[in-house]
């Protein structure tokens, strides 16, 4: 079983819809949680960091965090064709420690 | 302001050959991580130079080494291409060693063949 799970997807959704995309991890001691967005053939980008429970609100974009249920989401509210890219999670114990990501999840918004 | 530079873009090699990958942190960042990254999965981790240091280090075997510069600059090399290294390899940059903010340059595409 991997450490963090996320579902490959594609998930395709009509424009201005709203996106959840969700990551599951085991390890408990995972504090620091980031969303990193990839496009086609570039590096990821970062769009959300959350340390800790609770919810964090960006423009278009919520990070939420249930460390209870080991369950991270991201929604993306009112969507738009630019925001189809590959959604990856990432999290880690400490803020020096490497990153251990998600497989993401392949997100596709049509016109 | 440059961010993080990656050459070549693509590199075909063959089986048993060597690569040296190369990579420019984003400016005022000191600490460099280089990932591998196979289609359709999320980057694995292969390790972070800091103060020309290597600091940590992922599951990677030692055909895997790198390097930093006095001016941040690294270089990932991979001896004794096997056709599994085929992948997208990332650097990324931060400052301090924190890896909670990273900054990624494109890539660079590794076919072996």
């Known amino acids: 079983q991997k450490e963090v799970e996320q579902d490959p997807g594609p998930l395709s959704v009509p424009e201005g819809a709203i996106v959840s995309l969700n990551c599951t991890y085991s390890n408990s001691a995972f504090q620091y949680f980031m969303w990193y967005r990839q496009y086609s053939r570039k590096g990821p980008e970062l769009l959300m960091y959350t340390y800790s429970s609770g919810n964090k609100e960006d423009g278009r974009f919520t990070a939420q965090v249930d460390k209870s249920s080991k369950y991270i989401s991201l929604f993306i509210r009112d969507s738009q064709p630019s925001d189809s890219a590959t959604y990856l999670c990432?999290?880690?114990?400490?803020?020096?420690?490497?990153?251990?990501w998600g497989a993401g999840t392949k997100l596709i918004i049509k016109p | 302001d440059a961010g993080v530079t990656q050459s070549p873009t693509h590199l075909i090699k063959t089986r048993g050959q060597q690569v040296t990958l190369r990579c420019s942190p984003k400016s005022g960042h000191d600490t460099v991580s280089w990932y591998q990254q196979a289609l359709g999965q999320g980057p694995q981790f292969i390790f972070q130079?800091?103060?020309?240091?290597?600091?940590q280090r992922g599951n990677f075997p030692d055909r895997f080494s790198g390097h930093q510069f006095p001016n941040y600059s690294s270089e990932l090399n991979v001896n004794a291409l096997l056709l599994g290294d085929s992948a997208l390899y990332l650097c990324?940059?931060?400052?301090?060693?924190?890896?909670?903010?990273?900054?990624f340059g494109s890539g660079t595409q590794l076919s072996v063949l």
């Open positions: 990324a940059s931060s400052f301090g060693r924190v890896n909670e903010k990273l900054f």
């Open positions: 990432a999290m880690s114990a400490n803020r020096n420690y490497q990153l251990i």
């Open positions: 130079y800091y103060e020309e240091e290597e600091r």
